[in-house]
Nanobody, 121 residues
Framework: QVQLVESGGGLVQAGGSLRLSCAAT????????MGWYRQAPGRQRELVAQ???????DYADSVKGRFTISTDNNKNTWYLQMNSLEPEDTAGYYC???????????????WGQGTQVTVSS
């Protein structure tokens, strides 16, 4: 069974940095549209950054120039490097990807369990 396992959240002061990791485990055939979303209390979940299997990236306007998404395809892992963090970045962060399991023809969306990022002012 495919699972996404996140790590790297925590408490940091404004201006600091954190790196989130998301590892896909299980019988992985293909991974596409690896991304990071976040949800703050009382707000809708929003896309933070996404990277396709070809390497093209997309970022929310609020994080451009501060956050960087990257992948280690050999490890089925992707990362979100977050620099110059602001209190407004405080949220639960969730990784997501479209994954086709080995011997399957279906592409299924998977989500991580979430990791909390808290930025103090």
């Amino acid at each position: 069974q495919v699972q996404l396992v996140e790590s790297g959240g925590g408490l940091v002061q404004a201006g600091g940095s954190l790196r989130l990791s998301c590892a896909a485990t299980g019988r992985i055939g293909r991974i596409n549209n690896m991304g990071w979303y976040r949800q703050a209390p009382g707000r809708q979940r929003e896309l933070v950054a996404q990277i396709s299997s070809s390497g093209s990236t997309d970022y929310a306007d609020s994080v451009k120039g501060r956050f960087t998404i990257s992948t280690d395809n050999n490890k089925n892992t992707w990362y979100l490097q977050m620099n110059s963090l602001e209190p407004e970045d405080t949220a639960g962060y969730y990784c997501s990807a479209d994954i086709r399991e080995l011997f399957s023809t279906r592409l299924v969306s998977h989500w991580g369990q979430g990791t909390q990022v808290t930025v103090s002012s």
